[in-house]
């Protein structure tokens, strides 16, 4: 419990946005920002205020890569994002490099550039810059020229001339390539408050006052969902609390039994721990968005908007997650399929947020799998999502924990799936009467991604392979896409 009481002092405030972009530094003074609101997407700043016309608009909604930038990190790491959905604001302190900003001092084309030049990685052209920014984000990551890593280095970017053949050759040959290292953003340690709309906070105690103070501000984490309304809707929020700042929401704590993860660790901070300790999830957290999604995208934002298709949900049903809200009365531990009550509605008092979510480790004899359904591989909503983990003993199930997406108005727990399984041999006939529990369960959403009908026998589907995975582990039975 926080217990706080009585007004809060907030830290020294600034009111100017300070960042680098392409090594010169940029502060955006009220005067400055007079004409400019911090809810102006980085991408329409870019291109209407700098001139810097190599980045494009394509989508508008985080999907094409045409708009992609890199953001340079003060521990060296460069990442991939997307200047589309990214608010001006949310690069306060922060590093930015366009592709005007490859060009070396003396005036020749960066490495990359002359990398995919010479493979012929280039048509119409209009997608090059974004091509080029992944490049050279993979090329500084100093991964491998493994083709599976480079698909999903680029799988955030599309080329509608269908010339992937030649990116792909021009990635090959930049992987592991020496850069220098990047020049990070500017040290911020002060709350800020810009226009008196955007609100960005360094402490927890600030947050949950700013929290109760503006109980109508959205709340801000990456905005890879909240910057469509001023991407693609072109009407930003009216206010935002941007939480990206305060320590206890950006933790990560893993410990022998527990993991615990902040809600607004970026999925590519988040990955590397997650993987260690759930391998099944390596192919499924790939296919969930693109590097570009995952630098800012976060899993307390995939809870946050309820989505009945969120990718996340269902796997932390399914690892008996539970959420630590915070709010000036105190703390509170919520198992979260508690936290969904109906279609985008929470358990989520108007005072509180999400602090930090936490799940056990995988106990021995325990087996874990995830699948995802959509009609692309990549860069797509989930049709079907679903997570089992399943505890083994002496070929019976003895525990069972089942989580779906896209099947109900809320991500949800399968408790007759559960009873249909616990207690019962590992055998068909037991994943039989599991997937007949789904029609009994579920009364799928039904949308232009698939039926009601579809959504019930992929569900039952999935059930039956499931117990192949388990039955027969070296049996190839994984599903990509469908």
Request: contains cysteine.
């Amino acid at each position: 419990m926080h217990g706080l009481i009585g007004p809060i002092i907030f830290a020294r405030m600034v009111d100017c946005i300070r960042f680098r972009l392409n090594d010169q530094p940029v502060e955006l003074a009220p005067l400055e920002l007079s004409g400019v609101s911090p809810m102006t997407t980085l991408l329409d700043w870019l291109r209407d205020h700098r001139g810097l016309k190599g980045t494009k608009e394509g989508c508008a909604e985080g999907d094409c890569g045409a708009c992609t930038v890199v953001l340079e990190s003060a521990d060296g790491r460069r990442e991939a994002m997307n200047a589309c959905i990214a608010l001006l604001g949310q690069i306060d302190g922060l590093a930015v490099r366009t592709v005007e900003g490859l060009r070396r001092a003396d005036g020749t084309p960066h490495p990359v550039q002359l990398a995919m030049a010479e493979a012929d990685a280039t048509q119409c052209g209009f997608c090059t810059p974004g091509f080029v920014m992944s490049a050279f984000a993979f090329a500084s990551s100093g991964e491998p020229p493994d083709p599976a890593i480079i698909h999903d280095a680029l799988a955030g970017n599309l080329c509608r001339c269908t010339g992937y053949r030649p990116i792909v050759a021009a990635m090959t040959k930049v992987a592991g390539m020496a850069i220098e290292p990047p020049t990070p953003g500017p040290t911020r340690e002060a709350s800020a408050t810009f226009q008196g709309v955007f609100h960005a906070p360094r402490s927890l105690d600030e947050l949950l006052a700013l929290r109760a103070a503006h109980p109508d501000a959205l709340l801000l984490a990456g905005a890879t969902d909240l910057g469509l309304l001023a991407s693609r809707s072109r009407h930003p929020p009216k206010s935002v609390i941007h939480l990206a700042h305060v320590p206890e929401l950006t933790a990560i704590a893993a410990g022998k039994e527990r993991l615990t993860i902040g809600a607004a660790v970026p999925y590519a901070r988040a990955m590397p721990i997650l993987l260690a300790s759930y391998p099944a999830l390596a192919t499924y957290l790939a296919r969930l968005g693109s590097r570009q999604i995952r630098t800012l995208g976060t899993i307390g934002g995939n809870i946050g908007t309820a989505s009945p298709i969120g990718d996340m949900p269902p796997v932390l049903i399914a690892l008996e997650t539970r959420l630590r809200l915070v709010s000036r009365r105190g703390a509170r531990e919520l198992p979260i399929e508690e936290f969904f009550l109906g279609y985008r509605k929470t358990a989520l008092a108007g005072d509180e947020v999400i602090e930090s979510l936490s799940m056990p480790g995988l106990w021995p004899r325990e087996v874990f799998f995830c699948d995802k359904l959509s009609k692309r591989r990549d860069q797509d909503i989930s049709t079907v999502a679903a997570a089992y983990r399943l505890r083994l003993v002496d070929g019976r199930i003895e525990d069972a924990r089942v989580g779906f997406g896209g099947m109900a108005a809320t991500p949800r727990r399968a408790l007759l799936v559960e009873a249909a399984l616990c207690g019962q041999p590992v055998a068909p006939a037991t994943f039989e009467a599991a997937a007949a529990a789904v029609a009994r369960e579920f009364e799928p959403i039904d949308d232009w991604r698939g039926s009601a009908s579809y959504r019930r026998t992929a569900a039952a589907n999935l059930l039956r392979r499931l117990y192949w995975r388990i039955a027969e582990p070296a049996r190839p039975v994984e599903v990509e896409a469908l």
